[in-house]
């Protein structure tokens, strides 16, 4: 986490709304690239281009990023350092993920915030609502669940080996070796919030609703969800664990779809190296 040169007049921290001194904050943490230095490229949708380096904001304050934020960052660390974030899995493996909800939520909640400034986007009325709980664990919002998915490596096949890049060529297995944030539906609504924080095999998604929504306007939309992704599996506020095993989805069901869309932006990409 770097200081931010001679930031402009009027600039006001994302979080606490103090006028500075500010830092670098990073979208997903910097020691996530310590350890995985080839994800430094991704697609910027507000650049409309892909773009190598890790993604930063300038709009947090000292305090916030180093009192507040870091500490959700070192829990994130810990959580898949002892999860595994390497780990690659085959369908129906048997998994015990050991979790703090509260710290799991509010790390979750702040790289959504951090992406949607970010990005291209504005930042949804109700994850700036979150702001005081992913500072403080204050004021949760009534309305929000967690769910989470184990996606399995993809075997490859001897026709999918013919088209796949040299360095994949002789591997058996495609791996889930990517981070990504996003909205589970193309067109977010303001009743709600649907986010997906996937980080490797690991697959979170988030909902947040408004006090508005009504229990059966809830329960249709989780049932939407829950019918796309079948292997989800609710996070309990009121536990400690889950026990579940590993989806049949893949790593290309994931992310098919917005390879899709952003293939023109990658061929320039690679035209222009």
């Known amino acids: 986490m770097s200081k931010n040169d001679s ?18 904050e990073h979208v997903f943490p910097n020691w996530l690239y310590n ?3 080839e994800q430094n490229l991704g697609f910027n949708p507000k650049a409309m281009r892909f773009i190598k380096g890790a993604p930063k904001i300038g709009d947090v304050c000292e305090k916030c990023n180093n009192e507040y934020l870091s500490k959700l960052d070192e829990y994130a660390k810990n959580f898949f350092t002892l999860l595994g974030l390497d780990e690659h899995y085959s369908p129906e493996i048997p ?30 009325t109700l994850l700036n609502n979150c702001i005081p ?22 075997n490859l096949t001897e026709g999918d080996k013919k088209i796949v890049p040299e360095n994949i060529k002789n591997l058996e297995k495609l791996p889930s070796q990517m981070w990504r944030v996003g909205n589970i539906f193309a067109s977010p609504k303001t009743q709600y919030v649907a986010k ?42 009121r536990r400690k664990q ?8 893949t790593l ?16 320039e990409y690679q035209n222009s190296q």
């Open 7 to 24: 930031p402009p007049r009027n600039k006001a921290c994302a979080y606490c709304g103090i006028a500075g001194p500010f830092t670098k």
């Open 35 to 37: 350890i995985h230095p």
């Open 95 to 124: 998994v015990l993920i050991n979790y703090d909800y509260d710290l799991l939520l509010r790390w979750i909640l702040k790289i959504c915030h951090n992406a949607s400034r970010a990005s291209a986007g504005a930042v949804p």
């Open 133 to 154: 709980y992913i500072l403080y664990a204050k004021n949760k919002t009534r309305n929000v669940y967690l769910f989470v998915e184990i996606i399995s490596d993809y």
């Open 196 to 237: 997906f924080l996937s980080m490797n095999a690991y697959y979170f998604y988030l909902l947040l609703f408004s006090d508005a929504t009504t229990t059966m306007e809830r329960e249709s939309l989780i049932w939407t969800i829950k019918h796309q992704i079948p292997d989800m599996k609710l996070l309990s506020s």
């Open 242 to 249: 889950l026990m579940t095993s590993a989806s049949k989805s």
């Open 252 to 267: 290309l069901d994931r992310y098919r779809y917005q390879a899709i869309s952003v293939a023109s932006y990658w061929r």
